[in-house]
C-alpha cells in the first residue's frame, strides 16, 4: 500500500476552515493517502483535559500530526513534550507533530506570515511598519516581522491592552522594543511608515469594510492582509488603486499548511501548487 499521512485540525466553528483540502491535494501529489479531518472543540464546553485526551487518541490511533486554531493555541502548551522556537517565542501553538511518544509543538503562523513577506518584499527589508490588530494573527505576524529586521514597528489595536500585550511579547522574545498606539495615532503613524499591516477581522464577509480609512494609503506603502477570503479585501484594493504593493493573506495561508505539511510528513510541499489550488477551492 501507498504511504499515508493522516491528519487533523482542532478548533472551533472549523467547518469553512479550506487547511483540510490544501493538505489533502498536496498528500495526494506526493503520491500519499491523505486523509485531514476536522475535530470541532469548543471553548465552552471542552477544557484543557479534553484536548489532552483528543491529543492521547490521535497519537495512538496513527495521527502524523495536528493543526490547532482557536481557542486551544495556548491551552495545549502544557500538554506538548517540547517546543519549536517559533512555538517558543509566541507562547502558542498551531502545529502538533508525533514522534514516537513524544508531542511536539510548532507554530507555522508565525513562519508562513514571514514566508509571505519574502515572497511579497524579496530581498527588500521591511522597513518601518504599523500592525493593526493584535490578537492571535497579529501576534504571529509580529514575531515574523521582528524576525525579518523590521526597522520599527507600531503595535494598533482597539483594545489597548492586547497591542501592549503583543508588544510585551516581542520584547521578551527577541528584546526587540516595539510601540503600541491607538486607531487615532494611524494618519502619523502611516504617515511616517513603509509597511502596514492588517490583522484584524476586517475586510471579511461578516466584518465588512476596511479597519482604517483607505486614504492613509500612498504609493510608498506596501500593505499586507491577513484577511484572505475575500482574497482581494477592501483594504488591498484600495492599496492597489493608491499605486502600493498589495499582499493578500491567501500567501500567510498557503505557507503556513505548506509548513505544516512539512512538518508532519518530512517532504518538500509544492507551494506553487498549493497557491494555486488555495485560490481555486
Ligand atoms: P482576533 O479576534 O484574535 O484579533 C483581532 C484583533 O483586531 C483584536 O485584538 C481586535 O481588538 C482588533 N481590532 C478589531 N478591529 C480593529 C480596528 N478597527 N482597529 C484596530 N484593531 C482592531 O482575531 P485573529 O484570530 O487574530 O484573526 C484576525 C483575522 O486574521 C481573521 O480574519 C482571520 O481569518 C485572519 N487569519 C488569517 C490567517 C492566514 O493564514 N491568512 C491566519 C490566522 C488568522
Avoid at 21 to 40: D, F, K, N
Wanted: proline share 5%.
Amino acid at each position: 500500500t501507498a504511504p499515508s499521512v493522516l491528519a487533523a485540525l482542532i478548533g472551533q466553528g472549523i467547518g469553512p476552515s479550506l487547511t483540510p483540502p490544501l493538505h489533502e491535494l498536496e498528500g495526494q501529489r506526493h503520491g500519499l493517502r491523505s486523509i485531514y479531518r476536522r475535530i470541532e472543540f469548543h471553548a465552552e464546553q471542552d477544557g484543557p483535559a479534553d484536548l489532552a485526551r483528543l491529543l492521547d487518541f490521535a497519537r495512538r490511533t496513527g495521527f502524523d500530526g495536528l493543526n490547532i486554531t482557536y481557542p486551544a493555541k495556548q491551552t495545549v502548551l502544557p500538554l506538548l513534550d517540547e517546543l519549536a522556537p517559533s512555538a517558543q517565542m509566541i507562547g502558542a501553538v498551531n502545529t502538533v507533530v508525533f514522534d514516537g511518544e513524544r508531542a511536539i509543538g510548532h507554530n507555522t503562523d508565525v513562519t508562513g506570515f514571514r514566508a509571505s513577506l519574502d515572497d511579497a518584499l524579496g530581498g527588500t527589508g521591511c522597513g518601518r511598519v504599523v500592525l493593526v490588530g493584535a490578537g492571535g494573527a497579529g501576534s504571529a505576524v509580529a514575531h515574523a516581522l521582528v524576525m525579518r529586521g523590521v526597522q520599527s514597528l507600531t503595535v494598533v489595536d482597539v483594545d489597548a491592552e492586547r497591542a501592549a500585550a503583543v508588544c510585551h511579547s516581542v520584547q521578551e522574545s527577541h528584546g526587540f522594543t516595539a510601540a503600541s498606539a491607538h486607531p487615532e495615532d494611524l494618519p502619523a503613524l502611516t504617515a511616517a511608515a513603509e509597511g502596514i499591516v492588517n490583522a484584524t477581522p476586517f475586510g471579511m464577509a461578516h466584518h465588512p469594510g476596511a479597519p482604517f480609512s483607505a486614504e492613509l494609503i500612498t504609493d510608498r506603502h506596501w500593505v499586507a492582509d491577513v484577511v484572505y477570503r475575500p482574497v482581494d479585501t477592501v483594504l488591498l484594493q484600495a492599496a492597489r488603486k493608491a499605486g502600493a504593493l498589495a499582499t493578500p493573506g491567501t500567501g500567510m495561508a498557503m505557507h503556513q499548511a505548506a509548513d505544516a505539511f512539512e512538518i508532519f510528513t518530512g517532504r518538500t510541499a509544492d507551494r506553487s501548487a498549493m497557491l494555486a489550488d488555495l485560490n481555486a477551492l
